[in-house]
């Protein structure tokens, strides 16, 4: 057994305070290896986005450590945690969040910016990653000029630009209709299998499913089942 790339050990988080503290998480323990697509799914309210957050180092826990290969995050300071975050971690969002006075490549080049790397393999760098997801004859296109489902590729290729080892994605198609969001879960969970990287998905698209190599279900904060299945992506 290799070791987690990822994991949240017992973690608590209250939100808000006084009366309208919430207790979104309640002692949740969950490890993510490399190569493997994991899908979060849970009611409304459940946790899930808190996790995600916690996991990808946005929050703190209220309790309990992250382990970010091997390393834990607990006592660390904001900045220190911006460079595990940007040196560990690529995320994706449901709303894609592009600048639409950048082309693809220039959204993508962005994630390597701001790590100070300006040189051309950089360009070099961001054109690999769009071919990657699919997207070598779009390089010059803005997002206005792209469909919703081409709009997540981008976003996943500055998702993986930097070479992070988890990669989070919040409801990634849920912006997206049946096919398009099945195309932008296959490459997902290429980029795990053939890049070994861990990539946790929360989602509430049971048509997903299928594509999973594992399952965790989350309830009023903590996890309440988790599944292995055969996936049927090869
Ligand atoms: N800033 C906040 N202050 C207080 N309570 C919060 C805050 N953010 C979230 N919560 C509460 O924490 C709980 C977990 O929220 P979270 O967003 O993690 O759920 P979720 O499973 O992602 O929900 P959804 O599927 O609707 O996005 C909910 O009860 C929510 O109302």
């Not at 994991?7 to 493997?36: C, F, H, I, M, R």
């Not at 639409?100 to 910016?113: E, K």
């Amino acid at each position: 057994m290799t070791d987690p790339m990822i994991e949240a050990v017992n973690v608590s988080k209250d939100l808000g305070s006084g009366a309208a503290k919430v207790a979104a998480l309640k002692g949740v323990s969950l490890a993510l290896n490399g190569g493997e697509l994991t899908l979060l799914m849970g009611p409304s309210g459940s946790g899930k986005t808190t996790l995600l957050s916690i996991l990808g180092c946005m929050l703190t826990p209220t309790e309990g450590t992250v382990r970010i290969r091997g390393r834990s995050t607990g006592g660390a300071e904001p900045e220190d945690l911006a460079l595990l975050r940007r040196e560990h971690v690529g995320f994706v969002f449901q709303s894609f969040h592009l600048f639409p006075t950048l082309s693809a490549t220039d959204n993508v080049r962005l994630a390597l910016d701001i790590r100070g790397e300006r040189s051309r393999r950089a360009k070099a760098k961001s054109r690999e990653a769009l071919a990657r997801v699919g997207l070598p004859h779009k390089l010059k296109a803005f997002p206005r000029e792209l469909s919703g489902g081409e709009q997540q590729r981008v976003a996943i290729a500055r998702a993986i630009v930097g070479n992070p080892s988890i990669i989070l994605a919040d409801e990634p198609t849920a912006a997206l209709d049946g096919e398009n969001g099945q195309a932008v879960m296959k490459i997902l969970a290429g980029i795990a299998r053939e890049q070994g990287r861990a990539v946790l998905i929360v989602t509430h698209d049971p048509r997903l499913l299928p594509l999973a190599d594992r399952v965790v279900h989350i309830e009023d904060g903590r996890i309440v089942r988790e599944e292995r299945r055969g996936a049927e992506l090869q």
